[in-house]
């Protein structure tokens, strides 16, 4: 089935790569020339239908087979390449553009496993790449195999271009980021470290909101929130059901949720707190007047309620504490001892999760209820700086593919693999390069997930403007 599809799109890659150098042949050696975008946009489509069609589900992942296609591609390129196997079947791509040496690399991050899908729910076949109501339809199109292919070929594009590097720009194709990366990026630090080291860093994780065919603010991911499993604990007297003692694990536990998972108090961290900045400008005269209360901190919980009520600021302001599971008892006719629930919570950088654990014991208020958690083994990853080249580069290009938009810094409420990478010493970049309306950026991990035409090229141009003017000559 991988032989096929390698066999079926050989040609059409080989023929690109002929259109491709025609006009690099003719012109005159430009500074750092740009691709010719429209070849570009059909090769990126070519080799994002090759890889939607290896299917990457993780569990099991299958990442192997998506890190030889791309191989394949590296090697036609003459771009060295190495294909790390970090489980049987799990396969890592770090593939490198030699520059001078004179700055630190520039490292691209995408991964290669999608999440699984209800095929029945789907109106094409998620496995085939399919162009229709102008957008590639196809799992991992947006999470995260569109971005590997545009990480792929800007590695390409710069190559064919000749264009001089003062850094070397590196490619790691991961697998098994959607099962906690494991097998992906967290095996590569700790065996190949070395292969994969860099100043800067960019990553999926960011925004590039669209409203209404106009990209609202390009935001740059420069840190995320942390998650920690608490454990809340309910004791109680055992025994038979026919004779009820007054202290019930399982009613302590009920009534102690409710007050543990209320809202924790608002917090602005320094990059929510230039993120509100940066976004506030493009906001109504209202709504900005709230966004700007943010930093009073008399007025902060009352500006946050309304805030929290605009579409994705739901969780940018505070700590969330969620319980996920519960379990208690085990026949209907014994009492059992104890009652537990597992609550989920995504802390604000910069919280102690002591605290926190402190705090949701005495809200439940409860003798019989303790709330425990197992501490991190790792200090807390830092902040990426809201500075440098590749915010310089993003400002740029921003003010040429979407004027008016501003950049800003964001925080994610989930984790992704830039921590591992700020924790390595990196200042990591969470950019996702085509731009997408919250509907479309809703399908991730859903039905019919799909890609708009319109936003390719701008979302190539990105990442190409990105790699080019923070690593070239
Ligand atoms: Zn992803």
Not at 22 to 33: D, E, M, R, V
Not at 307 to 315: F, Y
Request: proline letters at 8%.
């Amino acid at each position: 089935m991988i032989r096929a599809a390698l066999g079926q799109r050989a040609i059409p890659v080989a023929i690109l790569a002929l259109i491709w150098l025609l006009p690099l042949c003719t012109a005159a050696q430009a500074a750092a020339p740009e691709p010719p975008w429209p070849a570009a946009v059909s090769e990126f489509k070519s080799l994002l239908a090759d890889l939607v069609a290896l299917d990457t589900t993780n569990p099991p992942g299958n990442e192997l087979a998506a890190a030889r296609r791309l191989k394949l591609l590296f090697d036609q390129e003459g771009i060295p390449c190495t294909v790390y196997e970090s489980a049987p079947g799990r396969g890592n791509l770090v593939a490198r553009l030699k520059g001078s040496g004179k700055k630190r690399p520039l490292l691209f991050l995408a991964h290669l496993d999608v999440v699984g899908v209800e095929k029945d729910k789907w109106a094409s076949d998620p496995f085939q790449m399919a162009e229709r109501d102008g957008a590639l339809y196809g799992r991992g199109v947006i999470d995260d195999k569109g971005m590997a292919a545009g990480c792929a070929l800007t590695l390409v594009w710069l190559h064919r271009a000749k264009v001089p590097l003062d850094r070397d720009v590196i490619f790691l194709a991961e697998a098994d980021e959607e099962s906690g990366s494991t097998v992906g990026v967290d095996w590569m630090q700790e065996h190949h470290a070395a292969d994969i080291a860099a100043e800067y860093a960019i990553n999926e994780g960011g925004a590039t909101e669209l409203e209404q065919g106009r990209v609202r603010y390009l935001g740059l991911q420069t840190s995320q929130k942390r998650f920690v499993n608490y454990t809340v604990t309910a004791t109680g007297t055992a025994g038979h059901s026919s004779m009820p003692p007054p202290d019930n694990a399982i009613v302590a536990l009920a009534r102690a949720l409710p007050k543990i998972a209320a809202p924790l108090p608002a917090r602005l961290t320094p990059t929510t707190r230039e993120f509100f900045r940066g976004v506030a400008e493009i906001q109504t005269p209202a709504v900005r007047a709230v966004m700007e209360q943010l930093e009073d901190s008399t007025r902060l919980e009352e500006a946050a309620k309304v805030v929290e009520k605009l579409p994705g600021m739901e969780t940018v302001l505070r700590s969330t504490v969620v319980p996920t599971i519960l379990k208690a008892g085990s026949r209907s006719n014994v009492i059992p001892g104890s009652a537990e629930a597992t609550v989920n919570a995504r802390l604000l950088p910069g919280t102690d999760p002591e605290v926190v654990r402190a705090e949701l014991e005495r809200r439940a208020g409860e003798p019989g209820v303790k709330v425990t958690f197992k501490p991190y083994n790792r200090p807390e990853p830092p902040h990426s700086d809201f500075a440098g080249p590749v915010v310089e580069a993003a400002r740029r290009i921003a003010a040429r593919l979407f004027p008016g938009a501003p950049v800003v810094p964001i925080m994610s409420s989930g984790a992704t693999d830039s921590g591992t990478l700020r924790a390595a010493g990196m200042q990591a970049y969470g950019i996702d390069p085509f731009p997408l309306e919250a509907a479309d950026a809703g399908r991730m991990h859903g039905n019919d997930e799909r890609l708009p035409l319109k936003s390719i090229e701008p979302g190539l141009r990105l990442l190409y403007g990105i790699a080019r003017e923070v690593a070239a000559r």
